[in-house]
T-cell receptor
Framework: GIQVEQSPPDLILQEGANSTLRCNFS?????LQWFHQNPWGQLINLFY???GTKQNGRLSATTVATERYSLLYISSSQTTDSGVYFC?????????FGTGTSLTVIP | KAGVTQTPRYLIKTRGQQVTLSCSPI?????VSWYQQTPGQGLQFLFE???????NKGNFPGRFSGRQFSNSRSEMNVSTLELGDSALYLC???????????FGPGTRLTVL
């Protein structure tokens, strides 16, 4: 099956800092989503982004499908941004989640 | 619109028992997918249902099964529970396959 790798695995930021999370995938995909999992386990949909760039407030994402990667940008981080960020790809047959990036934002 | 709901939220079973988990999708959504999340294996795809038909299936043994009803609600069943089945089981719905998925809060299953 397809390999989905995320980096870095862990990230600690001071409140107000910016960060970039990366998702690499090993084969062509139909679409890609970014999720934030809060400490209670709820997966919250951030972006549906098979290609191109999207922005939503302090968050933005870019997917370069031809080069098989996607980036999630978090600007002016807040403590509420803490949690695990996952990318997930849809091959048409299955959904594959990445390994996740655990983000901790300290005040 | 109400979000995806899952029942029960917490469940404790013993080895050898079976369990049924329920998922109600967002109104109007006809695709439901199930995932298992464990610390060791991460998030893994179990199966996807669309219009009462299983569309795709992940690499899980036959003890894991599911179904979807005409109102798009879905259930998954795990028979002959093993300790390794302890996990957070997540359900996601979308209008149809390939569209944005929205996740429920999950059912945390503990097998003793």
């Amino acid at each position: 099956g397809i390999q989905v790798e995320q980096s870095p695995p862990d990230l600690i930021l001071q409140e107000g800092a910016n960060s970039t999370l990366r998702c690499n995938f090993s084969d062509s995909v139909n679409n890609l989503q970014w999720f934030h999992q809060n400490p209670w386990g709820q997966l919250i949909n951030l972006f549906y982004i098979p290609s191109g760039t999207k922005q939503n407030g302090r968050l933005s994402a870019t997917t370069v499908a031809t080069e098989r990667y996607s980036l999630l940008y978090i600007s002016s981080s807040q403590t509420t941004d803490s949690g695990v960020y996952f990318c997930a790809v849809d091959t048409g047959n299955q959904f594959y989640f990445g390994t996740g990036t655990s983000l901790t934002v300290i005040p | 619109k109400a979000g995806v709901t899952q029942t029960p939220r917490y469940l404790i079973k013993t080895r050898g028992q079976q369990v049924t988990l329920s998922c109600s999708p967002i109104s109007g959504h006809r695709s439901v997918s199930w995932y298992q999340q464990t610390p060791g294996q991460g998030l893994q795809f179990l199966f996807e249902y669309f219009s009462e038909t299983q569309r795709n299936k992940g690499n899980f043994p036959g003890r894991f099964s599911g179904r979807q009803f005409s109102n798009s609600r879905s259930e998954m069943n795990v028979s002959t529970l093993e300790l390794g089945d302890s996990a957070l089981y997540l359900c996601a719905s979308s209008p149809r396959p390939g569209y944005t998925q929205y996740f429920g809060p999950g059912t945390r299953l503990t097998v003793l």
